[in-house]
Each structure stands twice: as C-alpha cells, then as structure tokens.
C-alpha cells in the first residue's frame, strides 16, 4: 500500500473520482467537502488522502482542521497503511470517524496504545421509494441573507442536541454557514410567517451514475417537536432534490429512534452504521 497526500481538493476529487464512483454513498463526506471547499469554504488546515495498491487507488480520506478525519469503507490493509502516514504526517489528528472495522484498523495504524473513545454512532440511511408527508400545517421556504443568524443559531443547537459540539470558531462556523445559506441549500418550514424547522443539504457531489446528495442537518426546537414540522421540512429537501439526483442519503442518531422512524417513514433504508470517535491523548507511533 502507497499513501500520498494531495495539495488540494481538486486534485484530490479528480484522483479519487473513480474511487468514489464504486461506493458514492460511503464516500460522499468526503466529496462533499472537498466540493465545497472549491465553493470557498474555509478551514484552518486541509489533509486530502490517497491510498493507492499497486498503482491502483483504493482508498482515500479527508480532514478539515479542527474536524475528525472521515474514512470510508476502507479494508483492513489500506486502513492500517492510512494510519501509518497520518501518525506521521497529521499526529494532532482528534479522531476518526467510519465504518467501525475501517475506524479501528486506521487507529491500529496510528500506534496508539490509548485506543479512542466513541462519541457517536449514526445510521447511513439511503432515500429508497419516496414517501410525500400530508396534512402537516405551513409551506417551505429557502433561508436566505436575512435568515442567518437564525439558521446559525439551529446549526449550532443541532450539534449541541446530538451531543457533536463543534469546535470551529464562531467566525468559521458563521462562513460555512453563510456559504450553504448562500447556495441556497437550507430550508425553513414556517407555519404563519414562523420559522419553526430546518433542514439542509451539502453539496452534490457528481458521480458517474449521477449525482448524489446529502440530507443534514434537520433541526426542530425542543418546544416545537411532535408536531411533524421535522418531516415536512426533509420532504420538502427530498422534493427539491429529486430532479437533480436519484440517490439522496443522511445521516440518523442511530440511538434516536424517533428521527430514525421520521426517516423511514418518508422512505429512507437504512444500509451501515457509522461512528464518530475521539482519540485518546497521545496519538503517535511507537
């Protein structure tokens, strides 16, 4: 196994292209943020791998400084070989988060005697024969400037809620919020003028077989739950997607049954579960 490093996102997406193509689904974080960060979002720092066996790419990963590096289904060996050249490369790395084998074959590989902890576990969900959500009072409208702040504010809620607090920089956050905000990729439900749901998208992210997308975050304040505000608010995401793309996917608390049972309802499957883990101090080779 050969693992290099790209310099930059393009090059990354171009390299990794037919890679991603053959599993769109477990690989789509990574193209989605690679793709926005073409869009212009910023990060304090890039890690964009490539793992390749005889030539051949089979594998790859990303990490955006603060963030966890994401992996997808990687085998044992292109996982270990990855974690050999974070340990050396990126030894500050916080966590990983995939697939569970891929996700301790790449810490065996860091060297780490700690191990890590998990923080999160998720259900990969793929959207399979839509299911439209009736009777549900309010329409659906796209957040726009004027509705930054709110929209920043939910973002912020959502990851408090799921216990995934995030470490950017207010100033970060708001620019990854005000680029999505900008493209136009989150939705509000109002229900007589109100704001009282979210739900938005990342950016497609093209694919030989088309291009796939990626429901999240979906937010209800605690007050406004039980009302069925949370699934109109995703059927309206789904219903604005399906003429760009087929294959529409998110991710579920996967110890949440309520939002797994919305999901399911409105015709998502789900196909893996994912974990989101924090390494145990130090991270390194030994």
Not at 119 to 133: F, G, T
Not at 222 to 233: F, I
Not at 257 to 286: C, H, K, M, Q, W
């Amino acid at each position: 196994m050969h693992v290099t490093r790209c310099t930059d996102p393009e090059e990354f997406l171009a390299v990794t292209h037919d890679y991603r193509a053959v599993d769109p689904v477990h690989t789509n974080v990574i193209g989605s943020v690679a793709a926005s960060v073409t869009r212009g979002v910023e990060y304090d720092g890039y890690f964009w791998w490539v793992v390749r066996d005889n030539g051949h790419v089979v594998g790859c990963a990303v990490r955006t400084v603060p963030w966890r590096l994401v992996v997808p289904d990687l085998n044992h060996a292109a996982a270990y070989a990855l974690g050999r050249a974070v340990a050396d490369a990126d030894p500050l790395v916080p966590g990983v988060s995939g697939p569970r084998s891929a996700v301790e074959a790449l810490y065996a590989g860091l060297g780490s005697p700690a191990g890590f902890d998990l923080d999160r576990s998720s259900n990969l969900m793929v959207l399979d024969r839509y299911r439209r959500v009736l009777d549900v009072p309010g329409v659906a409208d796209q957040a726009d400037e004027n509705d930054l702040d709110l929209v920043l504010d939910w973002f912020t809620r959502f990851e408090i809620d799921a216990d995934a607090v995030s470490p950017d920089e207010p100033d970060l956050l708001r620019r990854r919020v005000a680029v999505k905000v900008g493209e136009r990729a989150v939705w509000l439900w109002q229900v007589d003028g109100r704001p009282v749901a979210m739900a938005g998208h990342a950016p497609l992210v093209e694919s030989p077989a088309g291009m796939v997308a990626r429901i999240g975050p979906v937010y209800t304040p605690r007050d406004l739950r039980g009302r069925g505000y949370g699934s109109a608010v995703t059927a309206a995401v789904v219903e604005a997607l399906l003429p760009r793309t087929g294959l529409i996917m998110l991710y579920a608390d996967a110890n949440n049954p309520t939002s797994n049972g919305i999901y399911e309802r409105l015709g998502f499957d789900r196909r893996a579960t994912i974990i989101e883990t924090t390494a145990r101090p130090p991270v390194g080779r030994y």
